[in-house]
């Protein structure tokens, strides 16, 4: 199994590494070991690899991952996964601002906290946060599924498309909805309690899908 | 330090010097760190400062503040620009990214995290 430590290997032998890849066939799992921070680790990679990095990164992180699988023992800094378009990637510890951030496709789990911005003009990515996520995530989120199980912040989903945003009941910020029938009209409420699922009048807390289709409001009890 | 763009720096730099404060460049940065002074002058600890600096202050900052015996940090509502800090027993660290912080003794078990957007962060002896 090839292990690069980053403390002694150039990130560059790593990436080229990996780009050298066989984009259709089984290719053998990667360690790497010491990222300390470093930026642009597992960048750019399609092809079908694991990938396990011991340690937090910085910048850019698993960017455009196309087919990989990458595991992050620890955090992960701004815009992990970005432009991701496939495949699968999992930070362990938080990650900083704007993770997946105009992602296509593909599934990226924080099973920590996510900063602002998470899933901003998201494009098609899964993403999914255990943890809590910061204001203006799922700006202008074009598709995908943004599920956060914790906390969202302020101005979730602000200026949002079609994308499917899944979370608590009675968040803190103001969710931004258009309704039906009343076409560029939004509404906004102006604290947690105005912001119930209709679909059943149902006010309990849960996991509820709020779907925003283009002249549609509808909630999903789940 | 100030990483940012203040937008009404030449207002309060009028206004600052009408009070009697000197200011010497065109610089944003300047105004921010005389606005800190005036306030503490009138009697707020720098906590105190950095707070009013949230309703005074218009524009996108992240401010690391240093004095004699305190040390401050607060970013502004939208809070674009990068930040994370360590704090230990030992010590407070501030950086732009954990990669300036990587080298710090027992960063590995320090708890790190991003501040909050307009919060004020502050210790002091």
Known sequence: ?222 | MHNGSLSNHNNLRRELTREGIRLETQNDSEVAAAYLTGEMAKGKNLGEALTSALDDLDGFFTFVVGTKSGFGVVRDPIACKPAVMAETDAYVAFGSEYRALVNLPGIEDAKVWEPEPATVYFWEH
């Open chain 1, 1 to 222: 199994m090839p292990v690069f430590d980053l403390a002694t290997t150039e990130l560059r032998a790593l990436n080229q590494a990996l780009h050298a890849l066989d984009k259709s066939g089984a290719n053998e799992d990667f360690e790497v070991t010491n990222p300390r921070g470093s930026h642009a680790v597992a960048v750019g990679i399609d092809a079908p690899v694991n990938v396990t990095i011991d340690g937090s990164v910085g910048y850019y992180c698993a960017g455009m991952n196309e087919q990989a699988s990458i595991t992050v023992n620890g955090n992960a800094g701004p815009g992990v996964a970005e432009n991701m378009m496939s495949g699968k990637v999992v930070i362990k510890g938080d990650a900083s601002q704007y993770a997946g951030a105009t992602a296509h496709g593909g599934l990226l789990v924080i099973e920590g906290n996510a900063s602002s911005r998470c899933g901003i003009s998201m494009k098609g990515v899964d993403i999914v946060v255990k943890g809590n996520i910061g204001h203006m995530s799922a700006f202008m989120a074009q598709s995908g599924n943004l599920v956060v199980l914790g906390d969202a912040g302020d101005a979730l989903g602000d200026s949002l498309y079609e994308a499917r945003l899944c979370a608590r009941h009675g968040q803190k910020p103001w969710c931004r909805l258009r309704e039906k029938g009343n076409a560029g009209r939004t509404y906004r409420p102006s604290n947690q309690a105005s912001c119930r699922c209709r679909h059943h009048g149902c006010e309990a807390r849960g996991i509820h899908a709020l779907w925003l289709g283009q002249d549609a409001l509808q909630l999903q009890c789940r």
